[in-house]
Nanobody, 123 residues
């Protein structure tokens, strides 16, 4: 019954920054692997970054050095986007799965999803 809800998306020029938030509602005491995915029109949903229960992170190559995942508290997951690029344009989704360690960031391995927040980066 855990529910995820993203916010913070919007339009930004290349080189700009955005802060995406994922509010977690429900049993926040459970141990989850958390992640951010993104999907562009006509493309498959791809994993951006994962954060496991031990604080370990794994970033996809295109976002390394520019994106940062963090937790404000037990109820809020954050994705900081810096130096945004046009290719970052996508719908961004917060996702979770009940396990301490994160699996490879495949859509089928996550069973808790938010509705997404749109990020548009202009040249």
């Amino acid at each position: 019954q855990v529910r995820l809800e993203e916010s913070g998306g919007g339009s930004v020029q290349a080189g700009g920054s955005l802060r995406l938030s994922c509010a977690v509602y429900g049993d926040t005491g459970l141990t989850f692997c958390m992640s951010w995915f993104r999907q562009s029109p006509g493309k498959e949903r791809e994993g951006v970054v994962t954060l496991d229960a031990y604080g370990r992170t794994k970033y996809a190559d295109p976002v390394k050095g520019r994106f940062t995942i963090s937790k404000d508290n037990a109820e809020t997951l954050v994705l900081q986007i810096n130096n945004a690029k046009p290719e970052d344009t996508a719908m961004y989704y917060c996702a979770g799965v009940l396990r301490r360690q994160c699996p490879p960031p495949l859509v089928t391995d996550f069973n808790r999803w938010g509705q997404g927040t749109q990020v548009t980066v202009s040249s």
